[in-house]
């Protein structure tokens, strides 16, 4: 079992930043990928980045272009996600998953077995 805790939402106006944070906790293992996904209401939760616990390795959407960088740190089990330069299509709920099995980085949420509770980012224009 892993618990996922996400943080670190917001209002922010357009062109600002934001950091998110995932705190894993329970049995957590180096070949655990992370991820984050965010959903707009009446839209399927799309894919924005992960991470591999093992070795960091990365996936990023095509549409950050840059502007999003996921990265993690061991010691705390934590995830987080860099968002620059944002803008009002990004506001979404974020959500950070664990994939628990083997195998390489997924980008499609039914890949992942834990979710958080969700983190509301809003860009005003």
């Known amino acids: 079992q892993v618990q996922v805790v996400e943080s670190g939402g917001g209002l922010v106006q357009a062109g600002a930043s934001l950091r998110l944070s995932c705190a894993a906790s329970?049995?957590?293992?180096?070949?655990?990928?992370m991820g984050w996904f965010r959903q707009v209401p009446g839209k399927e939760r799309e894919f924005v980045a992960a991470?591999?616990?093992?070795?960091?390795?990365?996936a990023h959407a095509e549409y950050v272009n840059g502007r999003f960088t996921i990265s993690r740190d061991n010691a705390k089990n934590t995830v987080y996600l860099q968002m620059n330069s944002l803008k009002p299509e990004d506001t979404a709920v974020y959500y950070c998953a664990a994939d628990v099995k083997t195998g390489t980085i997924g980008t499609m949420a039914q890949k992942y077995d834990y979710w958080g509770q969700g983190t509301q980012v809003t860009v005003s224009s």
């Open positions: 329970g049995r957590t293992f180096s070949y655990y990928k």
């Open positions: 991470i591999r616990w093992s070795d960091g390795s990365t």
